[in-house]
Nanobody, 115 residues
Framework: VQLQASGGGLVQAGGSLRLSCAAS?????????SGWYRQAPGKQRGLIAR???????GYADSVKGRFTISRDNAKNTIDLQMNSLNPDDTAVYYC?????????WGQGTLVTVSS
């Protein structure tokens, strides 16, 4: 299983970014759950959004109403639309998928939100 995250960058507060995670050697819609974690400097990695095989979604309170996770079955990607970004959203964002009893991780993409 390989996951390739992209879409990070520098954005001003109030702006938007869209992250994408492309999968190979696995079919994301067939896996129990996939999603995104993030790790801010000096903090632990935490789950922010997930989507299950049947399309159900869930979000951390810190991003609810601002972030939207989706899955493109044709492209075999997991996307994260991030709106109303603020400096507290600055972090490395990691995509994951749960398969065969374990999480597989992408390499991470850095999002920096300037005030």
């Amino acid at each position: 299983v390989q996951l390739q995250a992209s879409g990070g960058g520098l954005v001003q507060a109030g702006g938007s970014l869209r992250l994408s995670c492309a999968a190979s050697r696995t079919t994301l819609r067939a896996n129990m759950v996939s999603g995104w974690y993030r790790q801010a400097p000096g903090k632990q990695r935490g789950l922010i959004a997930r989507i299950t095989s049947d399309g159900s979604t869930g979000y951390a309170d810190s991003v609810k109403g601002r972030f939207t996770i989706s899955r493109d079955n044709a492209k075999n990607t997991i996307d994260l639309q991030m709106n109303s970004l603020n400096p507290d959203d600055t972090a490395v964002y990691y995509c994951y998928t749960f398969k065969d009893g374990r999480n597989f991780w992408g390499q991470g993409t850095l999002v920096t939100v300037s005030s």
